[in-house]
């Protein structure tokens, strides 16, 4: 009989694996007054210098109060900030409004936001957004592998409500900028262990953690309302629950049976579909973010005069209404310019700017005048990585060039993004390639300078330009938004003349929201207006 | 008998440091670079990368990085995914979940499939037998996730009497459409086993005796026919256990039950060696223990089976 004991007591460790460690609990009964918005596991603990992707980001700017906040629209406004002072767009002077607290009860002064800039910015911190601070003289020393400083030379405090700022060159982005996570004062806790802090952040935001372990990982994170939060967005809902999904597909049944309040992103299965499914519900808008074919010059056939007429051949061949119609059901709209729609100083009519729109026979006599100078040769080869669902676009793309301009034109899948990438930073791509890029904070000079500077570490097409780098800094030194908006808008004129990339489409948000919600708005950066949501 | 198990017990050893190995080995040759990839399409600055790529031990080759991964695991160590969270944490939360889903698939599977597969094999070829032959077939046939979406709209969305995504409390009741969903496939192979087995058994002298010698019809079909029937289906359903916990990666993910699946599919995406490796690890150490299980359930089920 020996055997049957040893073979229940096998059972038994089983159960009592599966069972006994399995206790947890979830207050549903709260649910029903919060709202519920899609999330997923956030990357990183949850520290504003630490925290580089949306679902982490969606949180952190629940969380905290900085300098600045952006509405709905992309319009920077100050929040802690009583006044940014500048002369030169060099040197900043800041002073804080008063009596601001932690949600631990603690003050939030000059020194929160800069020990908390220099815990960003230090080397050994490893912080993943610590490029902002480059443009804060001292970066350089306090950001190297071993640091020769610990802080950063250009901050300095003034008194309880004041600081100042130098800067490495003039950037009139850098005031819209303050608005940024990275940016977000700190309190003292935080820096006596981050790894815990970031369990469980303690901010001055319109939000707070429900409580301690709110986070519960994998599954949601549940946000209450400061009441001591005294900025510029108050939560006009009872809290909020980021419930995390594993897929889109997932999150929209929920939206369906109503256990899902507010869905950013309608799966692509569904897209054709929920506007009827969801009918005043469903929600579409334009947002910071686009996608772009590149070419680097080592490419035959892409460099100097005969490469600017190819682009542009391929530019005018691409039937960009088209792809956006058929392959996207509307949820993407034809490119205008290097930036995207929804950014504050946002023109699209640039002078030269019809090559961006299909025009099969100038794309034919364009492309004659290239073969005039050398005659065309191999196959026209576009990269994209098949993990994030480009495949069908460029497909669209690379038929619309065939046909346009008979040439053999073909997409070539790279199995991750990372594959594209580390290929396009070694220049060794060798063909064109799709990329896109999604604003962190609302301004046409952050698309620009990340992208066609020409000592930027992320220009993808090694786009240089002395002229167009002037105008750049002229941009970032202009005394008034308008006449930076004026500056960029003649920088992107020779962006379009000098047909860095080809620009393809700008994204619309595609959501939707549950009828327990009266109003839910996306914001400019296609994430909800989370705040404003009301229940 | 303890020998027996204390035997199989050190031949997991180098199953465990083979299957590490292994996986390690094909993590760390999936193309790209899990520290640019945590940095997405934003810049870090060289500081900041070789910061991460020296904590994480990515600067080493790959011998050395399995050995410092190996030497934290005897401390219980697990190591810490990029997200900076221990994987050991990760470990306690997902699996219990997982299991208790398994389990639950697997009850279900098991006494579901053995009734009917009972009831068929006793009367084969009857209406009973044949309409159960072709229902089995067609589950075999439809894909598990086509039942697991199909479910979910039909009892989630359509008619709403069951959730349509589990919580964190993965409770019986909300666990218990995705054990269906999970258990339907080897439902149907239970089914057909058993149906099989009985059938074969039923002509069998010793049930032939059995009747002879008067013994009621309850007790020459639970006795005599179900248990000799067992055997193989024991040992489709420890195998399966294992199975399940591994193929719970769909049901998962349709049903958003924070289980191993969504982790362990995040993980390989982040291509995070400590988190893939240990999740597989703490699978293939199930699997063995299953296999060792049904291997002692035998002896229960058969007494001629013996232990050396």
Redesign the interface.
């Known amino acids: 009989m ?3 004991r ?2 229940a007591l ?2 038994a460790v ?2 009592a ?6 206790a ?3 207050d ?1 009964a709260a649910a029903a007054d919060i709202v519920t918005v899609n999330g997923a ?5 949850l520290v504003p210098t630490n925290t ?2 949306n679902m982490g980001g969606r949180v952190v700017d629940r969380l905290f109060a900085g300098l600045k906040y952006y509405d709905a629209d992309g319009k920077a406004h100050n929040e802690m900030a009583e006044s940014i002072e500048t002369t030169d767009r060099k040197s900043y002077r800041i002073t804080i409004e008063p009596n601001w607290k932690f949600t631990d009860g603690t003050p939030v002064t000059a020194k929160s936001f800069v020990d908390a800039w220099n815990y960003g910015a230090l ?2 911190n ?6 902002v601070f ?1 443009p804060i003289v001292g970066f350089d020393e306090v ?3 071993k ?1 020769t400083a610990q802080t950063m030379s250009g901050l300095k405090v003034v008194d309880e409500r004041t600081f100042t700022i130098e800067l490495k060159a003039p950037s009139i982005d850098f005031e819209s900028e303050l608005g940024y996570a990275p940016f977000y004062p700190l309190p003292e806790a935080a820096f006596e262990d981050m ?1 815990a802090f ?1 369990q469980n952040p303690i901010g001055n935001g319109p939000y707070k953690f429900a409580d301690a372990g709110a986070w ?5 994170i549940d946000l209450v309302p400061n009441p001591d939060y005294q900025g510029g967005r108050p939560a006009k809902n009872k809290g909020l629950r980021f419930v ?4 889109f ?3 929209y ?2 939206l ?2 109503g ?1 899902l309040d507010a869905l950013d992103t309608i799966p692509s299965s569904a897209l054709s579909v929920y506007k009827q499914e969801l009918g005043d519900r469903a929600i579409a808008k334009p947002v910071a973010q686009n996608q772009h074919i590149g070419v680097q010059s080592n490419v035959p056939h892409f460099a100097g005069e005969e490469g600017l007429l190819r682009r542009r051949a391929i530019s005018m061949a691409i039937n960009r209404e088209q792809i956006c119609e058929k392959i996207f059901h509307g949820t993407r709209i034809p490119a205008r310019d290097f930036t995207a729609s929804t950014l504050p100083g946002f023109d699209g009519n640039l002078p030269g700017s019809e090559v961006l729109k299909y025009n099969p026979e100038e794309a034919k006599r364009l492309w004659a005048q290239a073969d005039a100078i050398a005659p065309w040769s191999g196959r026209y080869e576009i990269a994209y990585n098949s ?1 994030g669902g480009h495949q069908a676009w460029i497909e669209a793309v690379a038929n619309s060039v065939k046909n346009t301009l008979g040439i053999d034109a073909i997409a070539v899948p790279y ?5 594209i ?2 290929e396009v930073n070694a220049e060794t791509i060798g063909k064109s390639f799709r ?4 604003g ?1 904070y609302p301004t046409m000079l952050q698309f620009l300078t ?1 992208q066609y500077y020409s000592y930027s ?2 220009n993808n097409v090694n786009y240089a330009n002395p002229e167009f780098d002037r105008l750049l800094d002229a941009a970032l030194a202009a005394p008034t938004q308008e006449e930076s908006y004026r500056l960029v808008a003649q920088a992107q004129t020779l962006l379009i003349r000098d047909m860095a990339d080809i620009p393809v489409l700008d994204y619309v948000a595609a959501a939707g929201h549950s009828d327990r919600v009266s109003s839910a708005r996306l914001a400019w950066n296609g994430l909800f207006d989370f705040e404003n949501i009301e229940k | 008998m303890a020998w027996y198990i204390l035997r199989r017990l050190l031949q997991m050893i180098p199953v465990f440091l083979g299957a590490t190995l292994l996986i390690y080995a094909m993590v760390f040759l999936i193309p790209g670079d899990p520290i640019k990839a945590l940095a997405g399409e934003k810049p870090l600055t060289p500081a900041v990368e070789a910061q991460l790529r020296a904590r994480y031990h990515l600067d080493e080759p790959f011998l050395m990085q399995y050995l410092l991964y190996l030497k934290g695991i005897l401390t219980f160590d697990f190591g810490t995914a990029y997200s900076g969270r221990p994987v050991r944490d990760e470990l306690a939360r997902a699996f219990p979940i997982t299991i208790r889903l398994a389990l639950m698939a697997v009850f279900i599977e098991g006494v579901f499939g053995i009734v009917f597969g009972l009831i068929a094999g006793l009367r084969k070829g009857k209406l009973f037998d044949s309409t159960m032959l072709v229902a089995s077939l067609v589950i075999i046939a439809v894909p598990v996730f086509v039942v697991g979406y199909l479910a979910q709209f039909v009892f989630g969305v359509k008619w709403g009497i069951a959730p349509t995504t589990v919580s964190g409390k993965a409770s019986f009741a909300e666990l218990l459409l995705p054990a269906i969903v999970l258990g339907s496939l080897s439902f149907a192979y239970v089914l057909r086993l058993t149906r099989n087995s009985v059938a074969d058994n039923m002509s069998a002298d010793y049930v032939r005796t059995a009747t002879a010698k008067g013994l009621g019809r309850r007790r020459v079909v639970t006795v005599h026919i179900l248990r000799n029937s067992m055997i193989p289906v024991v040992t489709f359903l420890g195998a399966d256990l294992g199975a399940l916990i591994g193929g719970a990666i769909v049901t998962e993910g349709i049903f958003n039950i924070p289980g191993v699946g969504g982790t362990l599919y995040q993980a390989i995406q982040r291509v995070e060696p400590p988190t893939v490796v240990s999740f597989v690890t703490v699978l293939v150490v199930i699997f063995l223990i299953a296999n060792l299980v049904v291997d002692l359930l035998y002896a229960a089920l058969d007494p001629r089976i013996r232990y050396a």
């Open positions: 020996r055997f049957h040893v073979t096998a059972a089983l159960l694996t599966s069972l006994g460690l399995s947890c609990s979830s549903d596991e956030p990357q990183n603990p580089n992707e080397g050994t490893a912080q993943l957004q610590s490029y480059s950001s190297a592998e640091p790894q970031g519960e990982h994998n599954v949601k995390m999904y594993q897929s597909d997932t999150a049944a929920d369906q049976s256990n993990d199995p991750t993004f990372k594959n990438r580390d990329y896109g890029w999604q962190d990340s570490e992320t």
